[in-house]
Every structure is written in structure tokens, then in C-alpha cells.
């Protein structure tokens, strides 16, 4: 749509392919390595978003956008109420991951953060994190895994599901992806 071209220049010009990515899956000793090193790092919170994450299969972004009135302890369930898909997804929630939560109410307390409407306030904006790349990033470099991404949390928990003997389509449930397929 330049005025003098009548074709386009990069019609000859092949689109990159994106490279190949391994999905990573950490072994329980890797995990605890990962949340120890969490424990040690100046985040506040991110002792209790990894552990979440590991323990639930959200994203990263279903956890950081969580919100209190979406949980229920008595049901020990956690409501997503738009998911990626668009639908709301309903997220069991064991004994360890209510102890998380426990926890990460009590620390949002302790930082002042008390009535913040979300599981894993920023102490410093009371509101959701933009970003945690680079508290994770330092943390997951300081024990020897640079090489797993926050999404391979979700990949992990996932393989532990099967791994317990769960169908695939128990696991499709628990992750929420619309197709089998994504499982």
C-alpha cells in the first residue's frame, strides 16, 4: 500500500520459525531447592507464589490476579472466574496450599497489606505484581536451574498428577486448557 511499489518487496522473504522449546519438569528436590531459595530472596511474597503454583497448576497470572473472595476454605476451592478460555475454573485446593495461603495472609498482615482483596498483594502498592521475573529469575539461578521457566511449575504439577495414577482428562480438568490435546 506504498504509492510506486506494485508488489511487495518481502514476498521471497520466509517467516523465522519459532525455536523448539523443552518443556522442563523439576523433581521434588528440585522444587524444594526452588521455594528454599525463595525463602532466602528479598520478595516478600514469592514464598508463597511458587509454592502455590506448584501446588494448584495455575499461571502465573491466574495466581498473581487471585483474589480472597474467589476462595473457599471450607470447600478448599479457588474459583478462576475468567480463565484464558473465557470460562471460570474451579481449583482443588489440598491442605499444603491452604497452609500457603494461610501463610500468605499472614505475611500480607504483617507488611501492612491486611485487607488487600488479593492472595499475593505487592507490600508496596497493595495491588497484584506487575512482574515477578527478576526476584524469580535470581532465585531459580542461585540453585542451578536457570533453565526452568515459571510456566514448567504448571508442566510439573501437571506430570505429578499422572504420575499419581490421575487420567489425562482429570488433569485437563485441573489445568483447564479447552482441548484434550493442550493435556
Known amino acids: 500500500?506504498?504509492?510506486?511499489?506494485?508488489q511487495n518487496p518481502a514476498r521471497a522473504v520466509k517467516a523465522l520459525?519459532?525455536?523448539?522449546?523443552?518443556?522442563?519438569?523439576?523433581?521434588?528436590e528440585e522444587a524444594e531447592q526452588l521455594i528454599a531459595a525463595t525463602r532466602r530472596h528479598a520478595n516478600p511474597m514469592l514464598r508463597y507464589i511458587v509454592p502455590f503454583l506448584l501446588l494448584t497448576g495455575a499461571r502465573k497470572r491466574e495466581a498473581l490476579d487471585a483474589r480472597w473472595e474467589f476462595v473457599n476454605f471450607e470447600r478448599?476451592?479457588?474459583t478462576i472466574p475468567i480463565t484464558k478460555s473465557g470460562k471460570p475454573r474451579h481449583v482443588p485446593l489440598s491442605?499444603?496450599?491452604l497452609q500457603v495461603l494461610d501463610a500468605a495472609r499472614r505475611a500480607a498482615t504483617r507488611l501492612g497489606a491486611a485487607h488487600s482483596p488479593w492472595l499475593f498483594p505487592n507490600p508496596t502498592t497493595g495491588k497484584p505484581y506487575v512482574s515477578i521475573f527478576h526476584a524469580w529469575d535470581q532465585c531459580r539461578r542461585s540453585v542451578g536451574l536457570g533453565d526452568v521457566r515459571i510456566h514448567d511449575l504448571r508442566h510439573s504439577f501437571a506430570s505429578a498428577l499422572v504420575n499419581r495414577g490421575m487420567t489425562l482428562?482429570?488433569?485437563k480438568e485441573a489445568l483447564g486448557p479447552?482441548?484434550?490435546?493442550t493435556t
Do not use: C, K, M, T
Request: glycine share 4%.
Open 1 to 6: 500500500e506504498i504509492d510506486g511499489l506494485s
Open 17 to 28: 520459525r519459532d525455536p523448539p522449546h523443552l518443556d522442563r519438569f523439576i523433581s521434588p
Open 76 to 78: 478448599h476451592v479457588w
Open 95 to 97: 491442605q499444603p496450599a
Open 169 to 171: 482428562y482429570d488433569v
Open 178 to 181: 479447552a482441548n484434550i490435546a
